[in-house]
């Protein structure tokens, strides 16, 4: 079976760059002397990482990883980063914290997996995840609380907590882009989902699904003259109606 390989490769503004993931999504942001990134995709997902960051930064330095939320899709390849770059700082909303240092576990369980055990796109997902390394130990000890206004590599993001998909989801604005990483508080698509544009992902998936769905709901409106980037599916251009 051949490696996973990235989706696509989006320049959204000058230095920002979206990185379609094969299952999940990160965010490449570019200054003058270093580099940081919104996400980091599945520990099997490093290598891609690692490409992305050489392609849009040749020779730059890691300094921050903002994380929107604990799940080992989207924290997966930290702790090999770290590894390569040890002063790179890593946040996420406070109330997260627990959940990336796996002082808690919020994240779906074979409980919630087994009823949907008979449906191909479920299944397809499930093994995905497993190659990709989604049960491995994922925890980031050295995590902080993201202040409201952070500088990444020089681009303005002001963190906006965006709680349901987990306790502590945070999503980031891209000020000067008027983009926004959305997590998984919105999406546009997923392996379990028929659906493309912006949605909520399955219920299975979230902590609190009501305020989850409430919240995409919101999201949606809030954000319909941005740039989407999401946790997960495409990226949506602002000005788009899908």
């Known amino acids: 079976m051949s490696a996973p390989t990235v989706r696509s490769v989006d320049?959204?503004?000058p230095g920002v760059h979206f990185i379609e993931g094969?299952?999940?999504n990160w965010v490449v942001l570019v200054g003058d002397s270093e580099v940081a990134l919104i996400d980091a995709g599945y520990p099997g997902d490093l290598p891609l990482v690692e490409q992305s960051l050489r392609e849009a930064a040749p020779g730059l330095p890691l300094t921050a990883?903002?994380?929107t939320h604990g799940h080992s899709d989207h924290i997966g390849s930290i702790r090999a980063l770290l590894g390569t770059y040890p002063d790179a700082r890593v946040y996420t909303g406070e109330a997260e914290l627990p959940n990336v240092r796996?002082?808690?576990i919020h994240q779906v369980t074979v409980r919630d997996i087994v009823p949907h055990l008979a449906k191909p796109r479920f299944v397809r997902w499930i093994v995905h995840a497993l190659r990709a390394g989604g049960l491995g130990d994922v925890a980031v000890r050295s995590v902080e609380a993201a202040p409201t206004e952070l500088a990444l590599a020089g681009h303005a993001v002001r963190a906006v907590p965006?709680?349901?998909h987990t306790p502590g989801h945070t999503l980031y604005e891209l000020v000067d882009a008027r983009?926004?990483?959305t997590g998984d508080a919105l999406v546009t698509g997923h392996a379990v989902s028929r659906r493309v544009g912006p949605q909520s992902l399955h219920p299975m998936?979230?902590?609190d699904v009501r305020a989850a769905s409430q919240l995409a709901a919101e999201l949606a409106g809030r954000y319909a003259d941005w740039t989407l980037l999401p946790g997960h599916g495409a990226l949506r251009r602002r000005g788009t109606s899908s």
Do not use: K, N
């Open 205 to 207: 998936f979230h902590s």
């Open 22 to 24: 094969p299952a999940s």
């Open 179 to 181: 983009a926004v990483a």
């Open 65 to 67: 990883i903002a994380v």
């Open 162 to 164: 965006s709680i349901g």
């Open 11 to 13: 320049r959204v503004a």
């Open 102 to 104: 796996r002082d808690e």
